[in-house]
Protein backbone atom coordinates (compact mmCIF):
# COMPACT_ATOMS: atom_id res chain seq x y z
CA UNK A 1 0.00 0.00 0.00
CA UNK A 2 1.37 3.43 -1.03
CA UNK A 3 2.50 5.52 1.89
CA UNK A 4 -0.23 8.02 1.68
CA UNK A 5 -2.79 5.72 0.46
CA UNK A 6 -4.97 4.74 3.37
CA UNK A 7 -8.33 6.01 3.04
CA UNK A 8 -10.71 6.73 6.25
CA UNK A 9 -12.27 4.00 6.66
CA UNK A 10 -9.08 1.66 6.64
CA UNK A 11 -7.97 4.28 9.48
CA UNK A 12 -10.60 3.39 11.55
CA UNK A 13 -11.10 -0.01 11.46
CA UNK A 14 -7.25 -0.54 11.75
CA UNK A 15 -7.25 1.94 14.93
CA UNK A 16 -10.98 0.90 16.03
CA UNK A 17 -12.42 4.13 16.36
CA UNK A 18 -15.12 5.95 14.19
CA UNK A 19 -14.96 7.63 11.02
CA UNK A 20 -16.44 10.75 12.49
CA UNK A 21 -13.56 10.32 15.39
CA UNK A 22 -10.65 10.99 12.17
CA UNK A 23 -12.53 14.17 10.76
CA UNK A 24 -12.27 15.16 14.74
CA UNK A 25 -9.07 14.63 15.00
CA UNK A 26 -8.08 16.48 12.12
CA UNK A 27 -10.12 19.52 12.65
CA UNK A 28 -8.46 19.33 16.21
CA UNK A 29 -4.96 19.41 14.25
CA UNK A 30 -4.08 16.32 16.13
CA UNK A 31 -3.57 14.43 12.62
CA UNK A 32 -2.80 15.50 9.02
CA UNK A 33 -4.60 13.81 5.81
CA UNK A 34 -3.91 14.73 2.04
CA UNK A 35 -6.42 14.91 -0.57
CA UNK A 36 -6.43 12.37 -3.44
CA UNK A 37 -7.72 13.34 -7.28
CA UNK A 38 -11.16 12.46 -5.84
CA UNK A 39 -10.90 14.84 -2.99
CA UNK A 40 -10.85 12.20 -0.64
CA UNK A 41 -9.27 11.99 2.33
CA UNK A 42 -5.71 9.82 2.19
CA UNK A 43 -3.56 9.17 5.32
CA UNK A 44 0.42 8.08 5.83
CA UNK A 45 0.62 4.68 7.99
CA UNK A 46 2.13 6.45 10.60
CA UNK A 47 -1.45 8.00 11.16
CA UNK A 48 -1.87 4.73 12.85
CA UNK A 49 0.85 5.67 16.05
CA UNK A 50 -0.80 9.06 16.40
CA UNK A 51 -4.35 8.05 17.05
CA UNK A 52 -2.66 4.89 19.16
CA UNK A 53 -0.88 7.73 21.00
CA UNK A 54 -4.12 9.45 21.43
CA UNK A 55 -6.51 6.69 22.36
CA UNK A 56 -3.31 5.50 25.03
CA UNK A 57 -3.43 9.04 26.60
CA UNK A 58 -6.82 9.92 26.74
CA UNK A 59 -7.58 6.02 28.13
CA UNK A 60 -5.68 7.32 31.59
CA UNK A 61 -7.65 10.66 31.74
CA UNK A 62 -5.13 13.20 29.44
CA UNK A 63 -7.20 15.54 27.53
CA UNK A 64 -6.77 16.04 23.96
CA UNK A 65 -5.76 19.80 24.07
CA UNK A 66 -2.91 18.21 26.57
CA UNK A 67 -2.23 15.67 23.46
CA UNK A 68 -2.45 18.49 20.84
CA UNK A 69 0.15 20.17 23.27
CA UNK A 70 2.59 17.66 23.28
CA UNK A 71 2.53 16.56 19.94
CA UNK A 72 3.08 20.43 18.99
CA UNK A 73 6.44 20.10 21.17
CA UNK A 74 7.60 17.84 18.96
CA UNK A 75 9.99 18.69 16.24
CA UNK A 76 8.07 19.54 13.18
CA UNK A 77 5.40 18.16 14.52
CA UNK A 78 6.24 15.05 13.97
CA UNK A 79 4.91 11.26 14.77
CA UNK A 80 5.97 10.49 18.20
CA UNK A 81 8.89 8.23 17.87
CA UNK A 82 9.08 5.75 20.94
CA UNK A 83 12.32 8.19 22.67
CA UNK A 84 9.15 10.48 22.06
CA UNK A 85 6.58 8.43 23.77
CA UNK A 86 9.02 7.52 26.68
CA UNK A 87 9.07 11.15 27.48
CA UNK A 88 5.36 12.11 26.60
CA UNK A 89 4.61 9.13 29.07
CA UNK A 90 6.65 10.41 31.90
CA UNK A 91 5.45 14.12 31.60
CA UNK A 92 1.66 12.52 31.38
CA UNK A 93 2.91 10.07 34.51
CA UNK A 94 3.56 12.93 36.68
CA UNK A 95 0.30 14.54 35.60
CA UNK A 96 -1.76 11.51 36.47
CA UNK A 97 0.02 11.31 39.91
CA UNK A 98 -1.09 14.48 40.88
CA UNK A 99 -5.05 13.07 40.00
CA UNK A 100 -4.88 10.23 41.83
CA UNK A 101 -3.41 11.70 44.56
CA UNK A 102 -6.42 14.40 44.41
CA UNK A 103 -8.73 11.59 44.24
CA UNK A 104 -7.43 9.96 47.24
CA UNK A 105 -7.31 12.99 49.15
CA UNK A 106 -11.32 13.84 47.84
CA UNK A 107 -12.08 9.78 48.68
CA UNK A 108 -10.70 9.92 52.05
CA UNK A 109 -12.18 13.27 53.10
CA UNK A 110 -15.59 12.88 51.31
CA UNK A 111 -17.53 12.90 55.11
CA UNK A 112 -15.83 15.85 56.15
CA UNK A 113 -15.00 19.14 55.83
CA UNK A 114 -13.33 20.26 52.30
CA UNK A 115 -12.95 23.85 53.11
CA UNK A 116 -15.63 24.89 50.53
CA UNK A 117 -16.98 27.55 52.97
CA UNK A 118 -20.72 26.26 53.03
CA UNK A 119 -20.45 26.64 57.13
CA UNK A 120 -23.57 23.47 56.59
CA UNK A 121 -21.19 20.26 58.35
CA UNK A 122 -20.61 20.16 62.02
CA UNK A 123 -17.16 19.44 61.78
CA UNK A 124 -16.81 23.12 59.75
CA UNK A 125 -16.25 24.97 62.79
CA UNK A 126 -13.91 23.11 64.12
CA UNK A 127 -12.25 23.03 60.29
CA UNK A 128 -13.10 26.43 59.39
CA UNK A 129 -14.20 28.71 61.87
CA UNK A 130 -16.02 31.57 60.44
CA UNK A 131 -14.81 30.57 56.42
CA UNK A 132 -11.46 31.82 58.08
CA UNK A 133 -10.23 29.72 54.67
CA UNK A 134 -11.60 32.50 51.96
CA UNK A 135 -8.91 34.44 52.85
CA UNK A 136 -6.78 31.46 51.47
CA UNK A 137 -8.57 30.85 48.63
CA UNK A 138 -11.78 29.88 46.93
CA UNK A 139 -13.29 26.23 46.60
CA UNK A 140 -12.51 22.95 47.96
CA UNK A 141 -9.51 24.85 50.01
CA UNK A 142 -8.59 22.18 52.31
CA UNK A 143 -8.71 19.24 49.34
CA UNK A 144 -6.51 22.02 47.22
CA UNK A 145 -4.05 21.99 50.40
CA UNK A 146 -3.51 18.40 50.74
CA UNK A 147 -3.34 18.46 46.48
CA UNK A 148 -0.26 20.67 46.64
CA UNK A 149 1.31 18.68 49.61
CA UNK A 150 1.03 15.56 47.71
CA UNK A 151 2.98 17.34 44.61
CA UNK A 152 0.25 17.85 41.94
CA UNK A 153 -2.05 20.79 40.34
CA UNK A 154 -4.13 17.98 38.89
CA UNK A 155 -7.62 19.95 39.89
CA UNK A 156 -6.43 23.02 38.49
CA UNK A 157 -5.67 20.73 35.48
CA UNK A 158 -8.79 19.12 35.30
CA UNK A 159 -10.70 22.51 35.90
CA UNK A 160 -8.58 24.18 32.70
CA UNK A 161 -9.47 21.30 30.24
CA UNK A 162 -12.46 20.67 31.01
Known amino acids: MAESNWSVGKVAKRCGINVSALHFYEQQGLIQSSRNAGNQRRYKAEVLRRISVIKAAQKVGVSLNEIKQAFESLPNNRTPTMEDWQQLSKRWQRMLDGRIAYL ?34 SGPVLLDQA ?14 SS
Do not use: F, W
Open 104 to 137: QTLRNNLSGCIGCGCLSMTNCPLYNPDDQLAKVG
Open 147 to 160: EERAGGNAHQQTNA
